[in-house]
């Protein structure tokens, strides 16, 4: 056991980092650039079940402190994915995190049935959390439709463990996240891009395609270390559910606080987009820092956090 290796609901992890879906390709894509087998996990695009051509362009744009995205889980469906990619996932040297989006229940149990049948995914994430489409956030509107959503899905995923990737709000995500694991998640993503505007004053219009865009990258972050440590204070540490704590992530102190706040593991997005072996620089960093603090484990330093 190395100093940073950790564990996701026994899903053993090199690392804590883990490359956030949508932000690093389906599968194997970010092995042009960084040996994979350094981080702990990557996770898939999220896949639907029919094709989608996502929004129309442009779909990125450069905000301050960060970025704004408007893609609308543009993916290749479901039955290319298991054709095409999902062999991929027995050949990295890392775990592979399946990432499922939909727009109906019948559509999240199709994907996640799928995707529990391949032994090389022993993660799901349902990606209740996407502001970039007009359904990509129903079925966190309310509690007690995503524990509906959980018990569903979890009739249908029994090998597979099951995360959910809640949306960053600032009111009420301690319930959502009490509902999704009483539905039966098995572990917390916390969370999704930010919903906000962007307009130009000169046609009046949003920037992009959409009034409503995912904000994303360091300006986000110390909200979501706020929401994760919230999460983890007021739930999920008594509870025993873990938590990938994803927001702003650019340097190891920013994943150091996520451990502290309480998230077992770190996910990086935006940062990718500025330099591709940011990840390798984190764990790194983090692997001095554990060190520094005189423990034996990261583990030792989730949720260690004094006020
Ligand atoms: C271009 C882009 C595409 C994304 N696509 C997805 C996606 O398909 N599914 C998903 O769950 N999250 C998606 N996200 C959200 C990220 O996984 C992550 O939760 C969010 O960007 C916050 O982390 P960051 O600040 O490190 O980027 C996307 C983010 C970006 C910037």
């Excluded at 995503?146 to 809640?166: I, P, Q, W």
Aim: contains cysteine; hydrophobic residues 40%.
């Amino acid at each position: 056991m190395g100093l940073i290796s950790t564990d996701l609901c026994g899903v053993a992890l090199s690392s804590p980092v883990v490359l956030a879906a949508g932000t690093c390709g389906y599968v194997d894509e970010m092995a042009d650039a960084i040996d994979l087998a350094r981080v702990g996990a990557v996770t898939t695009k999220s896949i639907t079940r029919e094709p989608r051509e996502g929004n129309q362009p442009t779909r990125i744009l450069d905000a301050p402190a960060g970025m704004i995205n408007a893609i609308g889980l543009a993916n290749m469906g479901l039955d290319r994915f298991i054709a095409e990619k999902a062999p991929l996932a027995a050949s990295v040297p890392t775990n592979v995190i399946g990432s499922v989006a939909g727009g109906s229940v019948e559509e999240y149990l199709r994907i996640a049935g799928r995707f529990d049948e391949i032994e090389a995914i022993p993660i799901i994430e349902l990606n209740v959390s996407c502001p970039n489409t007009d359904d990509g956030r129903h079925a966190s509107d309310d509690p007690d439709r995503l524990k509906g959503l959980l018990a569903e899905v979890r009739g249908v995923v029994t090998r597979s463990r099951l995360f959910v990737k809640l949306p960053p709000k600032t009111d009420g995500l301690v319930d959502l996240a009490e509902s999704a694991v009483a539905g039966g998640a098995d572990g917390l993503t916390l969370t999704n891009t930010l919903e906000v505007m962007s307009i130009d004053v000169e046609t009046r219009r949003s920037r992009l395609t959409r009034p409503r865009m995912g904000y994303s990258g360091p300006g986000i972050h110390p909200l979501s270390v706020r929401l994760v440590h919230q999460v983890y204070k007021e739930f999920a540490a008594d509870a025993g559910v873990p938590i990938i704590g994803t927001g702003g992530v650019s340097d190891w102190r920013e994943a150091a606080e996520m451990i502290l706040a309480g998230a077992t593991a770190v996910g990086m997005g935006t940062a990718l987009y500025v330099d591709p072996r940011s990840p390798i620089h984190v764990a790194e960093g983090l692997q001095r820092w554990v060190r520094s603090q005189g423990c034996a484990s990261i583990g030792e330093l989730v949720g260690a956090f004094e006020q």
